[in-house]
């Protein structure tokens, strides 16, 4: 979703704001602007696509000494990607780059219209800058102005704002969607998130909801409902180099190759040879626990379904899984004996962190599966537990599921070793089997190579089926979606026992379908399911480690003694093919169109 950063200090602020907007460009955008304060004079530049359009404008502008700078990447919401709804927006002498949403932004438009005020954009933002204005003719004081102006704001934001009348400061506030103020030595810097920040500051202020204030050049001053608060600066830990693509097409073939790696870390510390280990969770937070709500969009959601499987069969505990954006508003009964879960790559999605506020109202126990350590959903649960994926920039997401499902495993068998529904020897088994997924993640230079080329048999037709059962059902959702997000091919994720109930009629040698045929779990069964279609003439691509004589096409995948085994390197397949097909078809693998990365908006 949208970017923003901001800077003052004496380095080359148009470097710095291009450069942040650059690292922000995972998480999708449609335009992109920067504006920059130097002496009382504004220069600003905007540009529709690509930030490389951004950068051809402002190649000729000159930054010396000390300026103040604000950036801005759109994901459009309100007006459609033009240069004029792109940030920052401007009204006579002020300038504003705003993530969010204001919900009362229309009666605040048409009362400033009566007072005279020309609109320049079709975007709720633009109501900022005008706003400030009215109320900095009035009280004459730029802090006063603001504050003033964001106590008439409805909804969610992260602000900067940059004026004429002060030119050495940028004022912000934060609430409902995220901003980190950072600083090294008397430089500061801004960003909505810490990859525009990483190599630049060294400590770091992650704003709270409520919060607001100004920085100048070496202060930072921080306010919360009128009252200066102190500063909780952390180190800004993380490297610049894994968040480059370190000779891989794309940063999604890159993360799809890290899995092996990630999925190391993410259990690390956490298995022992007998036992599972969170030390993030207190001992009792469990107790009285008797049901598991899930909530997640997207491929989060996936993965909360697999998870719903496991937590069945493991810790035999009924658990619900519910897409947050349709869960917000079905007015859900929930009791207090059910623990709520939210999944979450960017722990910024808006749908699932009103999910949560939903269930902690309720008073219910929460718990957040996260990639992104002090996000709002994160600050929001009871308790979290860090997915360890690094930073994801590829808008389809690969490693960041990943890393969520063998949580989500782990997770359910540290609640059986606690309600003692697991036998020693099973959870061993388990124990054994985890420790087993970085190894059968790994992507086989032959394997890569077998999809590359059959990719190219996968370009026309009228629509891929992935099919699976079980936990396999799930990922057969997962590979469709993946697919779907960046070939922009229709691709549907099907239980393969329900085909024959409506779907088989578009059978036909046109329809693709991808088998997810496991050894170790209901082999039979998805084998005569997908024997019905190849009745039908499907052209029928089977991933499995038995040979498939009516296939198409066939990877062949290990043998393995656990179904996760096989789950996780079925993933590994369906996301090369994804891939492969992507870049057949000569899609941005990374910033599919229509897509962002965080999804900051319902
Ligand atoms: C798909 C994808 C999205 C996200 C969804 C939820 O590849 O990445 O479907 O999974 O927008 O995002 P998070 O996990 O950040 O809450």
């Known amino acids: 979703m949208c970017g923003i950063v901001g800077y003052i200090g004496n380095k080359n602020s148009k470097d710095i704001l291009i450069g942040g907007l650059s690292e922000l460009e995972y998480r999708g955008y449609d335009s992109a602007g920067i504006a920059i304060l130097t002496n009382g004079k504004i220069d600003t530049f905007k540009a529709i696509g690509k930030l490389v359009n951004l950068e051809e404008k402002v190649k000729d502008l000159e930054v010396d000494g000390l300026s103040v700078g604000i950036g801005h990447t759109r994901w459009a919401t309100h007006g459609s990607p033009t240069e004029l709804n792109a940030h920052p927006h401007l009204g006579e002498f002020s300038y504003v780059v705003h993530n969010g949403i204001i919900e009362n932004y229309k009666e605040l438009k048409e009362s400033l219209i009566s007072d005279g005020v020309k609109f320049l954009s079709q ?143 993410a259990i690390l510390g956490r298995v022992s040879d007998d036992k599972i280990i969170f030390d993030e969770l207190e001992s009792d937070f469990f107790d009285s626990v008797n049901h598991i709500k899930i909530c997640a969009c997207g491929t989060s959601y996936h993965s909360a379904l697999s998870a719903s499987y496991l937590l069945e069969r493991d810790a035999k505990i009924p658990t619900t899984v519910e897409i947050a954006s349709e869960f917000r508003y079905k007015e859900p ?96 088994d388990e124990i054994k089997a985890i420790k087993h997924i ?84 209901l082999y039979d069964k998805v084998k005569s399911n997908v024997e019905e279609l190849c009745a039908r003439d499907v052209t029928l691509l089977a991933i499995s480690p038995e040979p498939f004589d009516l296939a198409d096409d066939f990877i062949k995948t290990d043998s393995h003694t656990h179904p996760m085994g096989e789950f996780f390197e079925m993933m590994v397949v369906t996301q090369l093919l994804a891939l492969e097909i992507s870049i057949r078809v000569g899609n941005d693998v990374d910033m599919p169109r229509n897509l962002a990365k965080s999804v900051t908006v319902e």
């Open 123 to 265: 975007t709720d933002t633009e109501v900022i800058v005008h706003l400030y204005e009215k109320n900095f003719a009035k009280l004459d004081d730029e802090l006063k102005a603001f504050e003033k102006t964001i106590s008439q704001l409805d909804g969610a934001y992260a602000i900067l704002l940059i004026t004429k009348s002060d030119d050495k400061k940028i004022f912000f506030a934060k609430h409902g969607s995220p901003m980190i103020v950072g600083n090294s030595e008397d430089e500061i810097y801004f960003g909505s998130s810490d990859a525009a920040l990483l190599g630049k500051a060294s400590e770091v202020i992650y704003l709270e909801d409520g919060e607001y204030g100004y920085t100048s050049f070496g202060e930072i001053k921080l306010f919360n409902k009128d009252e200066e608060v102190a500063l909780n600066k952390k180190p800004l830990v993380g490297d610049k180099i894994s968040a480059q693509k370190s000779g891989f097409r794309f940063f999604m073939e890159k993360e799809i190759y890290e899995q092996s790696d990630v999925l190391s870390d």
């Open 333 to 428: 009964l929930l009791s207090l004996d059910t623990l709520f879960i939210v999944i979450s790559q960017s722990g910024e999605t808006a749908d699932t962190l009103e999910a949560l506020k939903m269930a902690k109202r309720a008073g219910l126990k929460t718990l957040a599966i996260c990639n992104v350590d002090n996000s709002s959903i994160v600050r929001g649960a009871d308790f979290s537990i860090m997915t360890r994926a690094g930073i994801e920039k590829g808008v389809a997401s690969t490693k960041a599921f990943a890393t969520q499902v063998i949580v989500l495993w782990m997770l359910s068998l540290y609640l059986a070793q606690k309600r003692d529904s697991i036998t020693k020897d099973k959870l061993q």
């Open 438 to 521: 970085p190894a059968a993640t790994i992507v086989k230079d032959e394997l890569h190579q077998q999809l590359k080329r059959l990719s190219k048999r996968y370009l026309h037709g009228h629509g891929f089926f992935f099919i699976g059962r079980d936990i396999f059902f799930p990922l057969a959702l997962e590979g469709a979606l993946k697919l779907k997000e960046i070939s922009y091919l229709h691709a549907e994720g099907y239980p393969a026992g329900e085909m024959k109930h409506g779907p088989i009629a578009l059978a036909d040698s046109e329809l693709f379908t991808v088998a997810l045929i496991p050894k170790t779990l």
